[in-house]
């Protein structure tokens, strides 16, 4: 496809822009350019048509099914976008007086009222724009517990290996050394290996529960047990609340601090590098130690932003992703107390449907129910017919279908991870299980078919290491 630059043909144009409504002002020559910008000079038929096929290349949400494991690649209903494209929202100004934004301050106060009461926290910062970056003010917040204590020997985080990539990064990130404690056979913390790692050099834990692999982990009561009886913290990664909430609490788990994925769970759109946000949980030990402003509510019912008074300092400009997080709280409204359980029940039967319709033909890296997620593995295809979980991946575009998390967890030799969400039909499932049984098929009766899949799209193999590490993003024109 053609860029837009490429498009651009001299003297051609297209008016979108109203007539200004202030006076014109002459800047000072010093400030003017000397050559007028290179900009692509097209109709408005020919940009409207530009936008609409770049928008056909790519695979989204409202194009089919998304099943990105981890990723949670769900409908996000569109009342949340009409609240949050109000003039009322979009208007504010961040720097604007306090009194003067009182509405903007009150959905911040419901809004982390809301996530204590789901995650069974006492306070919450919603500054944090995304997953990573809340585990990072987590653990900035657990080492601001043991420095506050005078006790400086903690130095270590323990991670399971069926963590979310994320969290060892975050860890080395905030200067800990990461201590990586191997799985269970049944995808569960080992406990006597966590056993074994834990002493009074122990910062935390960072846990990922249901972990990577879509499990629940059956001893979380111990497990916080042992960390506390070390003397270390316990970090949840909440960014997939959407198994369990509604139907347990990390804060009853034991937990003490959280992080939770607006961007996955509470429904706002993701992807592309957009505008997340990752609000941090944590009990009221560490409250004073939270980042930035937060907002308190006066006795005469007005809010107002405080700073608490050990803060780790700002992790982000002004007060986060306002408007992400204002289509949470919308989200979390429009479900409601029994919708937001509803939401964590159907996500896991969707999950275990689907697994179900799977199993014929594919094997699970993990036996029984699973919660918002399962991995298969592909070995034994492999084996057998020398078809690859990337070939199977690819062979699903064709199908329409986005395929599912390859590779990953690592623990998991030739993984599909798959996350229906709770926003599929019953219908859409089984056409997804209809898919995967007729290239499980292909696989058998045609391998080299498979290994030239995709057949229909715009990008077919790209070389994805040099994708990710030298991408071509600028456009230098011709002279
Ligand atoms: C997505 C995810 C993260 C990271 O979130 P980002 O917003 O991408 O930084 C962390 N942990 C888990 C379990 C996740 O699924």
């Known amino acids: 496809m053609k860029l837009i630059f490429e498009k651009s043909v001299k003297g051609r144009g297209l008016s979108l822009l109203k007539e200004p409504d202030v006076p014109e002002y002459a800047l000072s020559e010093g400030l003017l350019r000397k050559e007028p910008l290179d900009l692509p000079e097209v109709s408005e038929t020919d940009i409207s048509r530009h936008y609409t096929s770049l928008a056909k290349q790519a695979h989204g949400i409202n194009d089919g099914f998304y099943p990105l494991g981890s990723c949670t690649m769900k409908y996000n209903p569109k009342i949340d976008e009409q609240v949050a494209s109000e003039r009322a929202f979009t208007a504010l100004h961040p720097l604007q007086p306090e009194e003067s934004a009182q509405g903007a301050l009150e959905v911040m106060y419901e809004c982390s009222k809301s996530l204590c009461e789901i995650t069974g926290m006492d306070d919450f910062t919603l500054q ?29 985080i323990i991670v399971p290996d069926s963590a979310h990539g994320t969290n060892p990064a975050s860890a080395a990130m905030a200067g800990y050394t990461v201590v990586n404690i191997p799985s269970a056979p049944d995808g569960c913390v080992d406990l006597e290996k966590l056993r074994a790692v834990c002493s009074d050099d122990t910062a935390g834990l960072m846990l990922t529960n249901p972990n990577t692999v879509g499990i629940f982990d059956k001893n979380i009561l111990e497990i916080t047990e042992i960390v506390h009886s070390a003397g270390g913290l316990c970090y949840y990664d909440g960014a997939n609340l959407n198994a369990v909430m509604g139907i347990v609490r990390p804060g009853d788990m034991g937990f003490d601090v959280v992080h939770l994925n607006l961007h996955k769970t509470f429904s706002t759109p993701h992807g592309g590098g957009g505008p997340g946000s990752g609000p941090v949980g944590c009990k009221s030990f560490l409250s004073s130690f939270l980042p930035g402003k937060t907002v ?40 409601g107390a029994s919708g937001i359980p509803d939401t964590a029940k159907n996500a896991v039967l969707n999950a275990n449907y ?126």
Do not use: W
Request: aromatic share 10%; with cysteine.
């Open 354 to 479: 689907l697994k179900h319709l799977l199993e014929k033909n594919y094997d699970m890296a993990y036996g029984g129910i699973c919660m918002h997620e399962f991995v298969m593995t592909l070995e034994k295809i492999k084996h057998e017919s020398g078809v690859s979980a990337l070939d199977i991946a690819k062979a699903l575009l064709d199908k329409g279908m986005h395929p599912p998390t390859m590779y990953f967890p690592l623990i998991v030799h030739e993984a599909l991870m798959i996350e229906p969400t709770e926003t599929e039909s019953k219908e859409t499932l089984e056409q997804a299980a209809e898919a995967f049984t007729q290239i499980y098929e292909m696989a058998v009766k045609d391998p080299e078919y498979l290994r030239g899949a995709p057949y229909n799209t715009p990008i077919k193999r790209p070389d994805e290491a040099e994708a990710a590490r030298n991408p071509v993003l600028r456009y230098i024109p011709e002279k």
């Open 296 to 335: 308190v509510r006066n006795d005469d019912g007005s809010f107002a932003f405080s700073v608490p008074s050990d803060s780790i300092g700002s992790v982000r400009s002004f007060y986060g992703n306002f408007l992400v997080v204002l289509k949470a709280y919308c989200y979390i409204l429009s479900l």
């Open 128 to 156: 944090p724009a995304a997953g990573a970056h809340g585990e990072f003010t987590g653990l900035l917040l657990i080492r601001a517990y043991h420095e506050s204590r005078g006790d400086l020997k903690r130095t270590k």
